[in-house]
């Protein structure tokens, strides 16, 4: 959450959006539990399935989304962009290096009323090709083994030699 709460918080400032959040790929689609109203979180439960919303949609195409006239939008959930007064907005995946989606980014309406354009589309994806590098090494080490357990299993194979613990991260 961290790392995907700073990458918000650099879109905000690039874009000059004015709110924006940020989620993993689930079993079930992409997630959110929150959202940034300037630089404040509000709680926000957000999930959309492969193909619904914006996050849906990107999980599903692979590459970011944009619109300037969410009234008209077919693909916004009523819902949220009611609840958060989102007019316009883009919505971004992060993708591993098989091209997996495995995160998303969304900024919402400039702060000067004006729409989005190919500048704020250009720094949005910069910083999701920077998500991209150290999101699945997170991930990557989320799903390890405790070392502990891990050096155990090492130390009692014959073929292995035992490594120091000082080479574990803590």
Not at 35 to 56: A, E, K, N, R
């Amino acid at each position: 959450d961290t790392l995907l709460d700073s990458l918000v918080e650099q879109v905000l400032d690039l874009t000059n959006a004015e709110s924006g959040c940020a989620g993993l790929r689930t079993p079930q689609g992409m997630s959110c539990d929150h959202f940034f109203q300037g630089h404040s979180i509000v709680p926000l439960v957000y999930h959309c399935v492969t193909g619904v919303g914006w996050p849906g949609w990107v999980l599903a195409h692979r590459t970011h989304y944009l619109t300037n006239d969410v009234l008209n939008d077919p693909l916004v959930v009523q819902e949220v962009r009611d609840r958060l007064g989102i007019r316009s907005g883009i919505s971004v995946p992060i993708a591993d290096n098989e091209r997996d989606v495995i995160a998303f980014f969304e900024v919402y309406n400039k702060r000067d009323g004006a729409g989005f354009d190919e500048f704020d589309v250009q720094y949005s994806l910069s910083a999701a090709r920077h998500g991209s590098l150290a999101i699945p090494d997170f991930l990557a080490r989320r799903h390890l083994k405790a070392p502990t357990a891990f050096r155990t299993a090492l130390t009692s194979a014959r073929r292995f030699v035992p490594v120091p613990s000082a080479v574990w991260p803590s």
